[in-house]
């Protein structure tokens, strides 16, 4: 009988885990002071499998060396976050691959909210000044103010107010800070101004000065009897800046002052002379 020989091969396979080409922690971010980032890679990359070999800013971070999750808080003007990955040895021929991620600071903007002054007469107007670099800005409240998207804005109070500016800067108004300042009104002495264009607002004791206010003309104009008499008149601010200053001498009876390079606001007008017991005091609004 005839034998028959039969022949078997056997192939073994033998498969291994190979690591991806590439690794991504993200694009390349701008941010803002103070954020922190969140990156994890654990479902591509689980910690049972692979070493991690994570570097912030040139510093490698050793006690994250088996973590896939971390934070990242930029503090610098330009953070640098690396990673390398590697196989763990038991599952075969290290294979390291990298990735890297560069975080840009957002320049915050520069300088405080400030104020021309910080105490004001009550029904009466200041500046206030957002820290400059900010690509839009908004304000509260709005409604003491003449707008609220300046940097610069004028606002007009009756009572003590605290003032918020909200600064945006980077891309899309990407970050925000707020600043605060709180103005304090008070009583001044009261002085009459009934707002026509040419009312009389103050007289002195004896009737022997006028002062009027011509709006249309934007002028003041001054009227006093022949006395004799030299005064002092004086234009300023609410915070107390000289604005015009003249004398009246005795030959004079009627002096007009022009108001039309004045800025927009609130104006007190004091003549004062050696005759006088105190001074004829005024207030004028330039719109």
Known sequence: MKATIYTYMII????????????????????????????????????????YAWNFNGE?????????????CPTTTTSVLSLDIMEDEAAGEPQPISDSRTFTLIIPPFGNL????????????????????GNSYSWTPSSALNNDTSESVEACISQNTMFVVTTYTGDVDQCQQNDTIEIYTKSCEDTSDSGDPTSVISKSANNSITTSYNAERQSIIITKLLDNKIY???????????????????????????????????????????????PIKSKISIY
Do not use: M, W
């Open 114 to 133: 400030t104020s021309s002054t910080d105490t004001v007469c009550q029904d009466s107007c200041l500046t206030l000044t957002a820290p400059s670099g």
């Open 60 to 72: 490698l971070q050793v006690d994250l060396n088996e973590s896939p999750t971390i934070t990242f």
């Open 12 to 51: 073994f396979l033998a498969t291994t885990t190979c690591l991806a080409e590439t690794v991504d922690i993200g694009p390349d971010t701008t941010y803002c002071p103070g954020e922190c980032y969140t990156i994890d890679i654990s479902t591509a990359y689980p910690a049972s499998t692979y070493n």
């Open 232 to 278: 002092d008149l004086r234009v300023y601010n609410l915070a107390g800046q000289t604005e015009r200053h003249l004398l009246l001498h005795p030959s004079a009876t009627k002096q007009q002052i022009s108001t039309a390079t004045l800025a927009r606001g609130v104006y007190i007008i004091s003549i004062s002379s050696d005759t006088l017991s105190k």
